[in-house]
């Protein structure tokens, strides 16, 4: 009687993992049949005998297994078992991209997160461009400048989208800095002192395996709005204490360093040099800081020689630096401020976001001769 109990209860028990592995799984009929245990126990059934799985992760890797050697499983089995979360919540993490791509990229390499991995930054390459191509018409007047000074080199890029509110978004000034420690990298191996990036020259910066370009088209995808890396410029000065470089940016509420990179939407670079060893040096910083802002407001086109240049007669139209009023004491000009501080300026960059750039209005002289000439 005992023994006819163990034997029905064995058979129910054969019967339940039958009716489970076909209810949750939706198994057809083949050489191999996943029969769950529990939440956490699986076997696969096959012609050379049970194989037990205790976790869900190593269920997927041998559905997949057996789906791609042609095991007669169907797709719809691999769906119904869900992604492992801690997985899933790794990828998220460590990509940035939506749960549904994540769970959609998983489910695709069987959770192997390298290849998942992989599978989303190209299709995010792809759709940003695809994206960055129908959105290319639209004005992009909005964005940040962003400069990163170094020992003895200084970068600054401007980023350009079209809205404030994108501007002021995480990812966005996130990629700023990525991009300024891009350009950075690059210029480090330049021998010159001084370099400027028009938009296609900076965009095709190879970094690791994507053009800066790339990076950009990508972001376009993810935030969804027009994105463009405009131009860049460096500064370097030589490892001695004879040139020193200053830097200013001018930013707004919300805008703030984002690590060692500062961004806002005007910004200027300067290099400095004192005319005597004498000059102490908290004196040439307060110098290089002084000027940049200096730069940065009052918008001079040139660093001016008094043997050979001539103050304007108007003094609000001077462009000329060293014979402009001094932004912070109006007493004085640049020019004596430099003398009384014993320093020169050797080179300086002033940005400010969504200037119009005189190359870009050449271009657009020439498209319009170009159409006049030909209607």
Known sequence: MKEERKKERKGNKKEKRKKESITVFNIL????????????????????????????????????????????????????????????????????????????????????????????KEQAQKEGWQKALKLQGRQMSQGLVAVMLRENSATMIELNCETDFVARNEKFQELVKNLSTCCQDYFNNSAQNKTLLNKEQVNQIVHGSNTLGDKVAKEVGNIGENMALRRAAYLQTALSPSTWL?????????????????????????????????????????????LAQHIVGMNPTKVGNPDCDEPHADKDQENVLIFQEFLLDSSKTVGQYLSDMSITVQDFVRFECGEVLAEEESNKETVATAAASSS
Request: net charge positive; with cysteine; glycine share 6%.
């Open 29 to 120: 009929t083949g050489p191999h049949r996943i029969i769950v245990v529990s939440s956490n126990r699986y076997f696969v059934d096959s012609p050379k005998g049970e194989m037990l799985i205790t976790t869900r992760t190593s269920l997927m890797a041998k559905a997949m297994q057996l789906l791609y050697q042609g095991q007669l499983f169907h797709s719809s089995c691999l769906r119904a078992a869900s992604v492992d979360k801690k997985l899933l919540s790794a990828l998220r993490k460590k990509t940035g991209f939506t749960f549904v791509n994540c769970k959609k990229a998983l489910e695709k390499f069987g959770s192997d997160i390298e290849q998942a991995e992989a599978w989303l």
């Open 246 to 290: 200053g830097s200013y940016v001018h930013s707004t509420q919300g805008l703030a360093k984002v690590t060692d990179c500062a961004v806002g939407k005007f910004a200027a670079i300067v290099t400095i040099k004192p005319t005597s060893d004498e000059v102490p040096e908290q004196n040439v910083v307060e110098a290089g800081q002084r």
